[in-house]
């Protein structure tokens, strides 16, 4: 495992995932602001898979790691996004949603302020893509 260096950090936002709206915001708004020394690039995305997965696969190769809030569909539309663009970008994520997703869950909303982005070490995981 290798330390995780931010310079540029993309951000992917679901404002449908769990209780939607202003929660999904705030989380968002907490996430980012723990990363302060670095560019943020935040797409404007509407809630259709489609766009996340495109949004994930046009991020992948300008930034050193994507910070998904969302659900277990956005964080695997995100990894479905990197898997089409061939990337390794590595996922950061906020579960604001249902959060089965298992390994591509960083931190769960209620645990936000425990996460340290200066702690961060890179991990692949295995995943599946069935058509």
Do not use: C
């Amino acid at each position: 495992m290798s330390r995780l260096n931010i310079k540029k950090l993309g951000v992917i936002v679901n404002p449908a995932a769990g209780a939607g709206g202003a929660f999904i915001e705030n989380m968002a708004s907490s996430a980012i602001s723990m990363f302060r020394d670095s560019h943020i690039i935040r797409p404007h995305l509407r809630a259709r898979r489609d766009a996340t997965v495109a949004a994930a696969a046009d991020l992948a190769y300008s930034v050193d790691a994507i910070l998904v809030v969302g659900g277990d569909g956005t964080m695997s539309d995100v990894a479905y996004g990197l898997f089409k663009a061939g990337a390794v970008t590595p996922i950061l994520s906020v579960g604001a949603g249902s959060t089965n997703a298992g390994h591509l869950i960083t931190v769960r909303s209620q645990w936000l302020d425990r996460l340290d982005p200066s702690t961060l070490l890179v991990q692949e995981v295995e995943g599946y893509w069935h058509p």
